[in-house]
């Protein structure tokens, strides 16, 4: 079975500084791979997928994420935090199923603290 | 673009009442998605459609909870009896087509007393 690990339950990180969340999967061949982000009261929001091909991702707000397959990760980067990127962060595992669907699997998230 | 709506939003109740969820996709999103988000913890889905067919339940609890999807557009989800473990927020989730990534609506937060 797939399973989603995001080691950090929280971050802390000034405004300006650089970001980087990690996420490491479990799966026997290569998965669908997602970031979230769930802010206060607000529903989750893709950042960035990745399905194949290049393995660097650009996404929405300024966000990236590597798929390493070699070391089963796919973190998400930001160079440059805003105090606005302060939220819940989830990674995301699909594993392929019948008919193109996927089965998705989420890590238990990581809480991004940004002071100012 | 509308996005997915869901409703009620918050619903109190006690154990072993009955409790429904409702939700409305985005239009023309084949695929649908509930998922149970417990406090400190990440989505977990509960049941997939496509369409009006089940893809995957195999986390649903069926021996209290069901979800239908009959005419492939909205849904409902329902608890019953419901116990004081199922205090959470319930999120449906569409895409376009299986394999796409995933739209959320706000959730309902579910509290049982």
């Known amino acids: 079975a797939q399973s989603v690990t995001q080691p950090d339950i929280h971050i802390t990180v000034s405004e300006g500084a650089s970001l980087e969340l990690r996420c490491n999967y479990s799966y026997g061949a290569t998965p669908y791979l997602f970031w979230y982000v769930q802010s206060p009261g607000q529903g989750l929001q893709l950042l960035l997928k990745?399905?194949?091909?290049?393995?660097l991702v650009q996404g929405i707000k300024g966000f990236e994420a590597e798929f390493k397959r070699s070391q089963s990760s796919f973190n998400l980067r930001k160079p440059s935090v805003h105090w606005s990127d302060a939220a819940e962060y989830f990674c995301?595992?699909?594993?392929?199923?019948?008919?193109?669907?996927?089965?998705?699997?989420f890590g238990r998230g990581t809480s991004l603290i940004v002071h100012p | 673009e509308a996005g997915v709506a869901q409703s009620p939003r918050y619903k109190i109740i006690e154990k072993r009442q009955s409790v429904a969820f409702w939700c409305n996709p985005i239009s023309g999103h084949a695929t649908l998605y509930w998922y149970q988000q417990i406090l400190g913890q990440g989505p977990k889905l509960l049941i997939q459609?496509?369409?009006?067919?089940?893809?995957?339940d195999s986390q649903l609890p069926k021996d209290r909870f069901s979800a239908e999807r009959l005419k492939g557009v909205d849904s409902t989800l329902k608890i019953q009896p419901a116990k004081l473990e199922d205090s959470a927020v319930y999120l449906c989730?569409?895409?376009?087509?299986?394999?796409?990534?995933?739209?959320f609506g706000p959730g309902t937060r579910l509290t049982v007393l």
């Open positions: 459609f496509q369409n009006n067919g089940v893809v995957d």
């Open positions: 990745y399905f194949s091909g290049d393995t």
């Open positions: 995301a595992v699909g594993s392929p199923a019948s008919g193109g669907s996927y089965i998705p699997t």
């Open positions: 989730a569409s895409s376009v087509h299986r394999g796409r990534a995933q739209f």
